[in-house]
């Protein structure tokens, strides 16, 4: 089993921030709003469905390190 460090979380942080900044931009939708609609279904899975993907991807990541950051593992 490997271990993550502080930097590494930083990094997968920063990372995924500029991912949801670059979607927030693209669609002038902020990121929680987003991942509200997506998780339920309600988006169009279209043309845009890789993108969205892709978005919600850079979104539960961030959640998940934001998490260990704060020790809720």
């Known amino acids: ?3 993550i460090t502080l ?3 930083l990094d997968d942080i920063q990372t995924a921030e ?4 670059k ?4 669609y002038w ?19 845009n469905s890789e993108d969205f993907s892709e978005w919600a991807g850079h979104y539960r990541l961030r959640e998940k390190r934001l998490a260990i950051l704060e020790g809720d593992r």
């Open 1 to 3: 089993m490997s271990t």
């Open 7 to 9: 930097s590494d979380i």
């Open 18 to 21: 500029q991912g949801l900044r």
């Open 23 to 26: 979607f927030e931009r693209r």
């Open 29 to 47: 939708v902020g990121s929680d709003h987003f991942h509200d609609l997506y998780s339920k279904g309600l988006l169009d899975d279209g043309e």
